[in-house]
């Protein structure tokens, strides 16, 4: 019997269909300025979320429907024994508005933590320990009528692991998407203005 491959990690439970009772689409991201303390100010059970152990401040930025989306490719080699998640984000924003160009020009040159609402009430963390930066995009007025006038950003991080919020109760509670979580109040939401 060949005993050659011997992995500490293994299978610990199964997977069954589920219903099809889920959509796709995201509604919100939330910005956190880059924080490299980020992971040890968490509560993390099995990838989920429970706490916020210190004040944090994230920045809501409203999506309309089928506008964004986010992907986490999974890369593993066995020959080097390492594991990646590319996470990759692309939103976009309707309108171009004076009061955009600076936020946005900050946005692009630093790096941030990005929650992502999709339209399933799962709260996602990209760029956990390493940060997100946004690694293409472009402002566009567009050619013709319907075409889109606003910006569209693409926001990329290498992480290696995956984590979500614990989930929340719903649209209409307080501190929604981040009540799943026990120290909520550590949580302060700035939400942006509509554009004129």
Do not use: H, W
Request: proline residues 2%; charged residues 20%.
């Amino acid at each position: 019997m060949n005993k050659l491959y011997k992995f500490a990690c293994n299978v610990s439970e199964g997977r069954l269909v589920g219903c099809k009772d889920v959509i796709g689409g995201i509604n919100k991201v939330f910005l956190l300025t880059y924080d490299e303390d980020l992971l040890s100010k968490l509560t993390i059970a099995s990838n989920v979320i429970t706490d916020f152990d210190e004040a944090i401040t994230v920045y809501q930025f409203d999506l309309r429907p089928n506008t964004a989306n986010l992907n986490a490719n999974f890369t593993s080699n066995d020959a080097t024994g390492t594991t990646y998640y590319e996470q990759v984000l692309e939103v976009t924003l309707q309108k171009i508005v004076k009061e955009d160009i600076p936020n946005l020009d900050n946005i692009l040159k630093g790096r941030c933590q990005v929650f992502v609402l999709d339209a399933n009430d799962n709260v996602f963390l990209l760029g956990t320990r390493f940060g997100c930066s946004v690694t293409a995009g472009a402002m566009s007025t567009g050619t013709a009528k319907a075409d889109l006038s606003g910006f569209t950003l693409t926001f990329s991080a290498q992480e290696t692991e995956n984590y979500i919020v614990s989930a929340t109760a719903g649209v209409g509670t307080a501190k929604y998407p981040f009540d799943g979580i026990s120290t909520d109040g550590n949580v302060t939401i700035t939400v942006g203005t509509t554009p004129a």
